[in-house]
């Protein structure tokens, strides 16, 4: 299911003008959207057209508008509708009052164009109201929706409290009553509408449009449809003396006019305020009649000539510019009528905002065909100002469609298809030397404007010499990439292992999402996978090995959504070979198909999963459906239930080399239902929750119930049932001292934030198979915060957070069992885990600790810690220091101890018990063009080093090298590589991306 339910989402159009000559009166109104989110939502609304309606966030809202944004944890929102009369219109625009508490951050920015945005502080800066007028539209969504009389949100007390805070705030602006208001015509009322359908109320109900005229009352005229306005070309002089100008009149009546001397022209595109302006040394002008000549004004005004003009020639250092557009020239002729034009020698240069770089497209010659189409001939394409640049793509044609002034003024900014471009005879040079070649292109100027994604290459003493390349797969077919898919196609050649090949498709449409991969080689090589011998020159026992995964999600009506997995690899060790990463740290590789729904607190799913890969041990579910319920209120609201119920049908599904001969792979059922009463009550400030649970669980297979808290072996029971009752305690205080100031902590006011936490539970079995531990644990959750940024942009932050909790047992384990991995109170770990494992849930006495401390915004600690107080000893500690010291040093030191770990190979000799590693990792700027990387991770209990990476960077103009040496001792293996890539380009890079972030404008990776 989305994460995110929309169950309110309105628009309000205030007006729209839509006949020529209106602009004046849209710039003089115009406003921003207004944008309010949250989690649960009460509203209420008064009847009537100047009706104000009430809102009502308890458990978060964010609000936007324009470049300002603000936020908190609970908040009113009024808005209220004002009419207004504006040159003889009706104009509906909102008012809007807010009051935020708790948690409250506010930033205004400099671009908002709300009108009169007024704020005031409350109550020791824990509180915000504000508020202003919105011209724009209104939208509105939340979680959860409830309507309320208004009654019944006056009665809030959340209301009352904001209703007092919002006092100090301006309500209207004032007219003075010596104002002279002059007088226009009659208002034009809208079109009568039909009848409208009935639907439910939403925000946009708001607005209230102005009635349409009533018989025998005046209609204003409104201008012609498609009715234009040519304007004039005007001239000015940009250096002394002025351009002399000379005219004549041809055979055909028709004028011509000479300028010489650098001038500057210009002229207005639209009511929008677009312009085209040129720069140039000489011009000849071609226009009709007496409409173009020289201005009697010009000492005023600066035009030395105006009118309106057919054509124009332009020679001599051209600068051409229209929005975002530059073109530079030798020559250029321009048709205003019909938008086309001919450039020679041209150079056109737009800008990359997401890359935060310059694009230029240099031709022999250049034509518009229209406003939004050019054509090219022999281009080069590069981010480089030089006129020999280091990386430039070439082509012998290009057709371009370039919409982003023609978006960015209609539609508010560009799109993926604001640029589309068709490339001929496709090269790309570094340098002068041409390094790859391809027919045709097709390109939409996002990303680089070659097939080739991104190549790898380097020596590995288990690939040997690798050359890894993606390439864009629709560009080599020559094809335009449907909306939302991105397809890549893999060649690679190891020199000790063979040829690989294949393709990997990402999608994404409104309804659905996924990514099918494929990937085949021919493999003459052996396996190196750790540093222990039997896992050195194994032999894949197969010549062709490969993978093919499908993962596809697809949201279906009323709530349902179904997810559809399926993973094939050739053999065992391929994925850990090729894809370690993917292996170490991604998903589990499995066949299945699942649906689910869920709604409001309950869901539910089916589940059914097969095994494919027969080298794999699996619990297949043919099939498994589950039921949840979470805080289903009943009696009053006095109680709570959750409830977590599986019923499926299961097979243990053996490797096909496993010699296991008790496990037998037949079908067995399991079903496991708990069901759990809560009991909400408030004391003062402190929250306290009684609650009773219960567990069955059955299972008919040959496994059954058999593992004890000791970890023996019981007969096995088929069914069991577990008896729980507990109490959960919680409570928060807090104290806040907004005078606390240190400029050497950056701290501008502090608020500590205290939140204790008791909880207790003691467990019946009516089995010892089914017993567990009874638990009590104590912890605080305490937070320190406090504001940072510029005077008139503060923001808040947790400066230090430490979290503390202590869990007693009762019959602890052994010391050796270490950290849990299973928290005992986890609903989703069924009782199928709790048949044969005897580690269930906390197990010994401990302390967990976790640390954080934003030291500055350039320097965080961050620690967690896991004690053992039975046996005195620290099972986990972890501590990190991450810093960056402006502007050429970043650094990380860490700390990673763990004492359960232990590696027991008696036939390589090998045991090592615990873990303790220092990992660091440095990025230092030798000067403007050298920068250097090293990471490394040293154990100091095996007295070995886990892995070292030393990297060199050299930077050239937009353009960098590095050079990359990493020992992998944990498996026994090195690599020197080598990287190039173009700055701001990271699908470009030659060799890891792994750097590719560090030197550039941008964070890349």
């Given at each position: 299911?989305?994460?995110?339910?929309?169950?309110?989402?309105?628009?309000?159009?205030?007006?729209?003008?839509?006949?020529?000559?209106?602009?004046?009166?849209?710039s003089?109104?115009?406003g921003?959207?207004?944008?309010?989110s949250g989690?649960?939502?009460?509203?209420?609304?008064?009847?009537?057209?100047?009706?104000?309606?009430?809102?009502?966030?308890e458990?978060?809202?964010?609000?936007?508008?324009?470049?300002n944004?603000?936020?908190?944890?609970?908040?009113?929102?009024?808005?209220?509708?004002?009419?207004?009369?504006?040159?003889?219109?009706?104009?509906?625009?909102?008012?809007?009052?807010?009051?935020?508490?708790?948690?409250?951050?506010?930033?205004?920015?400099?671009?908002?164009l709300?009108?009169?945005?007024?704020?005031?502080?409350v109550?020791?800066?824990?509180?915000?109201?504000?508020?202003?007028e919105?011209?724009?539209?209104?939208?509105?969504?939340?979680?959860?929706?409830?309507?309320v009389?208004?009654?019944?949100?006056?009665?809030?007390?959340?209301?009352?409290e904001?209703?007092s805070?919002?006092?100090?705030?301006?309500?209207?602006?004032?007219?003075?009553?010596?104002a002279?208001?002059?007088?226009?015509?009659?208002?034009?009322?809208?079109?009568?509408t039909?009848?409208?359908?009935?639907?439910?109320?939403?925000?946009?109900d708001?607005?209230?449009?102005?009635?349409p005229?009533?018989?025998?009352?005046?209609?204003?005229p409104?201008?012609?449809?498609?009715?234009?306005y040519?304007?004039?070309?005007?001239?000015?002089?940009?250096?002394?003396?002025?351009?002399?100008?000379?005219s004549?009149?041809?055979?055909?009546?028709?004028?011509?006019?000479?300028?010489?001397?650098?001038?500057?022209?210009?002229?207005?595109?639209d009511e929008?305020?677009?312009?085209?302006?040129?720069?140039?040394?000489?011009?000849?002008?071609?226009?009709?009649?007496?409409?173009?000549?020289?201005?009697?004004?010009?000492?005023?005004?600066?035009?030395?000539?105006?009118?309106?003009?057919?054509?124009?020639?332009?020679k001599?250092?051209?600068?051409?510019?229209?929005?975002?557009?530059t073109?530079?020239?030798?020559?250029?002729?321009?048709?205003?009528?019909?938008?086309?034009?001919?450039?020679?020698?041209?150079?056109?240069r737009?800008?990359?905002?997401?890359?935060?770089?310059?694009?230029?497209?240099?031709?022999?010659?250049?034509?518009?065909?229209?406003?939004?189409?050019?054509?090219?001939?022999?281009i080069?394409l590069?981010t480089?100002?030089?006129y020999?640049?280091?990386?430039?793509l070439?082509?012998?044609?290009?057709?371009?469609?370039?919409?982003?002034?023609?978006?960015?003024?209609?539609?508010?900014?560009?799109?993926?298809?604001?640029?589309?471009?068709?490339?001929?005879?496709v090269g790309?040079?570094?340098?002068?030397?041409?390094?790859?070649?391809?027919?045709?292109?097709?390109?939409?100027?996002?990303?680089?404007?070659?097939?080739?994604?991104?190549?790898?290459?380097?020596?590995d003493s288990?690939?040997?010499?690798?050359?890894?390349?993606?390439?864009?797969?629709?560009?080599?077919?020559?094809?335009?990439?449907p909306?939302?898919?991105?397809?890549?196609?893999?060649?690679?050649?190891?020199?000790e292992?063979?040829?690989?090949s294949?393709?990997?498709i990402?999608?994404?449409g409104?309804?659905?999402?996924?990514?099918?991969?494929?990937?085949?080689?021919?493999?003459?090589?052996?396996?190196d996978?750790?540093?222990?011998?039997?896992?050195k020159?194994r032999?894949?026992?197969?010549?062709?090995?490969?993978?093919?995964?499908?993962?596809?999600?697809?949201?279906?009506?009323?709530?349902?959504?179904?997810?559809?997995?399926?993973?094939?690899?050739?053999?065992?060790?391929?994925?850990?070979a090729?894809?370690?990463?993917?292996?170490?740290?991604?998903?589990?590789?499995e066949?299945?198909?699942?649906?689910?729904?869920?709604?409001?607190?309950?869901g539910?799913?089916?589940?059914?999963?097969?095994?494919?890969?027969?080298?794999?041990?699996?619990?297949?579910?043919?099939?498994?459906?589950?039921?949840?319920?979470k805080?289903q209120s009943?009696?009053?609201?006095?109680?709570?239930y959750?409830g977590d119920?599986?019923?499926?049908?299961?097979r243990?599904?053996?490797?096909?080399?496993?010699t296991?001969?008790?496990?037998?792979?037949?079908?067995?059922?399991?079903?496991?239902?708990?069901?759990?009463?809560?009991?909400?009550?408030?004391?003062e400030?402190?929250?306290?929750?009684p609650?009773?649970?219960?567990?069955?669980?059955?299972?008919?297979?040959?496994?059954?119930?058999?593992?004890t808290?000791d970890?023996?072996?019981?007969?096995?029971?088929?069914?069991?049932?577990?008896?729980?009752?507990?109490?959960?305690?919680?409570?928060?205080?807090?104290?806040?001292n907004?005078?606390?100031?240190?400029?050497?902590?950056?701290?501008?006011?502090?608020r500590?934030?205290?939140?204790?936490?008791?909880?207790?539970v003691?467990?019946?079995?009516?089995?010892?198979?089914?017993?567990?531990?009874?638990m009590?644990?104590?912890?605080?959750s305490?937070?320190?915060?406090?504001?940072?940024?510029e005077?008139?942009?503060?923001?808040?932050l947790?400066?230090?957070?430490?979290?503390?909790?202590?869990?007693?047992?009762?019959?602890?384990?052994?010391?050796?069992?270490?950290?849990?991995?299973?928290?005992?109170n986890?609903?989703?770990?069924?009782?199928?885990?709790?048949?044969n494992?005897?580690?269930?849930?906390?197990?010994?006495?401990?302390v967990?600790?976790?640390?954080?401390?934003?030291?500055?915004?350039?320097?965080t600690?961050?620690?967690?810690?896991?004690?053992?107080?039975?046996?005195?000893?620290?099972?986990?500690?972890?501590?990190?220091?991450?810093?960056?010291?402006?502007?050429n040093?970043?650094?990380?030191?860490?700390?990673?101890?763990?004492?359960p770990?232990?590696?027991?190979w008696?036939a390589?000799?090998v045991?090592e018990?615990?873990?303790?590693a220092l990992?660091?990792?440095?990025?230092?700027?030798?000067?403007?063009?050298y920068?250097?990387?090293?990471?490394?991770?040293?154990?100091?209990?095996f007295g070995?080093?886990?892995?070292?990476?030393?990297?060199?960077l050299?930077?050239?103009?937009r353009?960098?090298?590095?050079?990359?040496?990493?020992?992998?001792?944990?498996?026994?293996?090195q690599?020197?590589?080598v990287?190039?890539?173009?700055?701001?380009?990271?699908?470009?890079?030659?060799?890891?991306?792994?750097?590719?972030?560090?030197?550039?404008?941008?964070?890349e990776?």
């Amino acid at each position: 299911m989305r994460s995110t339910i929309q169950v309110v989402v309105a628009a309000i159009a205030v007006w729209a003008p839509m006949a020529h000559g209106q602009d004046e009166l849209i710039s003089a109104f115009a406003g921003q959207d207004l944008h309010v989110s949250g989690g649960t939502l009460t509203m209420s609304r008064q009847e009537g057209p100047h009706g104000r309606h009430t809102l009502i966030f308890e458990d978060g809202v964010n609000i936007s508008i324009g470049s300002n944004a603000m936020s908190a944890q609970r908040a009113v929102v009024w808005i209220e509708p004002q009419r207004r009369e504006h040159r003889g219109r009706t104009v509906v625009s909102h008012r809007v009052v807010v009051y935020l508490r708790e948690q409250v951050w506010a930033q205004r920015g400099p671009t908002g164009l709300t009108s009169g945005l007024d704020t005031v502080v409350v109550d020791q800066g824990e509180a915000l109201a504000a508020a202003f007028e919105v011209t724009g539209e209104l939208f509105v969504t939340a979680l959860r929706r409830r309507e309320v009389s208004p009654a019944e949100t006056d009665a809030h007390p959340l209301v009352a409290e904001a209703t007092s805070a919002t006092a100090p705030l301006r309500s209207e602006p004032e007219i003075p009553a010596t104002a002279q208001v002059p007088t226009f015509p009659p208002p034009v009322g809208p079109a009568p509408t039909g009848p409208r359908v009935a639907r439910p109320w939403r925000i946009s109900d708001l607005v209230q449009p102005s009635e349409p005229p009533g018989p025998g009352e005046p209609v204003a005229p409104t201008p012609a449809p498609g009715e234009t306005y040519e304007y004039p070309v005007n001239f000015v002089d940009l250096w002394k003396p002025a351009p002399t100008i000379e005219s004549t009149v041809l055979e055909d009546g028709s004028r011509v006019t000479t300028v010489i001397g650098r001038f500057y022209l210009w002229q207005q595109r639209d009511e929008a305020g677009a312009i085209l302006e040129f720069q140039a040394d000489s011009a000849v002008v071609f226009h009709g009649g007496k409409g173009f000549g020289p201005t009697e004004d010009h000492g005023s005004t600066g035009i030395f000539a105006s009118g309106n003009v057919d054509a124009v020639y332009l020679k001599g250092n051209i600068v051409m510019t229209e929005g975002r557009r530059t073109i530079r020239a030798d020559e250029i002729y321009y048709d205003f009528g019909a938008n086309q034009a001919l450039a020679v020698q041209a150079e056109m240069r737009t800008f990359d905002e997401q890359r935060g770089l310059p694009i230029y497209i240099r031709a022999e010659q250049l034509r518009q065909v229209s406003q939004t189409v050019f054509e090219a001939e022999n281009i080069t394409l590069t981010t480089s100002e030089f006129y020999l640049p280091q990386v430039s793509l070439t082509a012998g044609r290009l057709v371009l469609t370039d919409r982003t002034n023609v978006d960015a003024r209609v539609r508010g900014g560009t799109r993926k298809s604001s640029y589309d471009g068709v490339l001929h005879d496709v090269g790309v040079r570094v340098g002068e030397t041409q390094v790859f070649a391809w027919p045709r292109i097709r390109t939409n100027f996002e990303r680089p404007d070659t097939a080739l994604r991104r190549v790898r290459i380097g020596n590995d003493s288990d690939l040997g010499f690798a050359v890894e390349t993606r390439w864009y797969l629709a560009r080599l077919l020559g094809r335009v990439e449907p909306e939302g898919v991105d397809s890549t196609f893999a060649l690679d050649f190891y020199s000790e292992r063979g040829i690989g090949s294949g393709a990997e498709i990402e999608y994404e449409g409104n309804d659905y999402y996924g990514t099918l991969l494929g990937y085949i080689m021919g493999d003459r090589g052996e396996d190196d996978l750790g540093r222990i011998t039997s896992r050195k020159n194994r032999d894949p026992h197969e010549d062709i090995r490969g993978r093919f995964r499908l993962q596809h999600r697809q949201y279906l009506p009323h709530d349902w959504q179904a997810t559809v997995e399926m993973s094939y690899l050739s053999d065992e060790h391929f994925l850990e070979a090729m894809y370690p990463s993917e292996f170490n740290v991604g998903k589990e590789q499995e066949t299945l198909v699942h649906l689910k729904r869920i709604t409001d607190n309950w869901g539910f799913s089916f589940l059914t999963k097969w095994r494919l890969n027969d080298f794999q041990r699996t619990t297949e579910e043919l099939p498994g459906v589950e039921f949840h319920v979470k805080g289903q209120s009943f009696w009053d609201h006095q109680l709570t239930y959750y409830g977590d119920t599986q019923v499926s049908r299961l097979r243990e599904r053996l490797p096909w080399h496993s010699t296991d001969t008790t496990t037998r792979e037949q079908f067995y059922s399991f079903a496991s239902s708990r069901h759990e009463v809560d009991w909400p009550l408030r004391l003062e400030a402190y929250k306290i929750v009684p609650y009773v649970a219960t567990t069955y669980a059955y299972e008919d297979g040959q496994y059954g119930f058999r593992r004890t808290l000791d970890g023996g072996l019981t007969p096995a029971e088929k069914d069991l049932w577990l008896n729980e009752a507990g109490i959960r305690v919680a409570t928060m205080f807090w104290k806040a001292n907004q005078f606390v100031r240190s400029r050497f902590w950056d701290l501008n006011g502090i608020r500590h934030i205290i939140r204790p936490h008791f909880e207790a539970v003691t467990f019946d079995a009516g089995h010892r198979a089914g017993d567990m531990r009874d638990m009590m644990n104590v912890g605080l959750s305490q937070r320190w915060q406090t504001r940072r940024g510029e005077k008139d942009k503060l923001r808040s932050l947790d400066w230090m957070r430490l979290d503390v909790d202590a869990t007693f047992v009762r019959n602890p384990d052994e010391p050796a069992a270490g950290p849990a991995k299973f928290m005992w109170n986890d609903p989703a770990i069924p009782m199928l885990v709790r048949r044969n494992m005897w580690q269930y849930g906390l197990v010994r006495d401990s302390v967990n600790v976790d640390y954080e401390w934003r030291i500055s915004d350039t320097m965080t600690v961050l620690s967690d810690l896991n004690y053992d107080i039975r046996a005195g000893t620290v099972q986990q500690f972890d501590m990190g220091l991450a810093r960056y010291v402006y502007p050429n040093l970043s650094y990380y030191v860490g700390n990673r101890y763990l004492k359960p770990v232990v590696i027991n190979w008696p036939a390589d000799g090998v045991y090592e018990q615990g873990s303790n590693a220092l990992v660091a990792a440095v990025t230092y700027q030798l000067n403007e063009r050298y920068t250097a990387t090293l990471s490394q991770e040293y154990n100091f209990d095996f007295g070995k080093g886990v892995r070292s990476d030393l990297t060199l960077l050299r930077r050239y103009h937009r353009l960098y090298y590095g050079l990359t040496i990493s020992l992998d001792q944990s498996r026994d293996r090195q690599s020197v590589m080598v990287s190039i890539w173009p700055e701001g380009v990271k699908e470009l890079a030659l060799g890891s991306r792994k750097y590719v972030g560090i030197t550039g404008p941008l964070l890349e990776e």
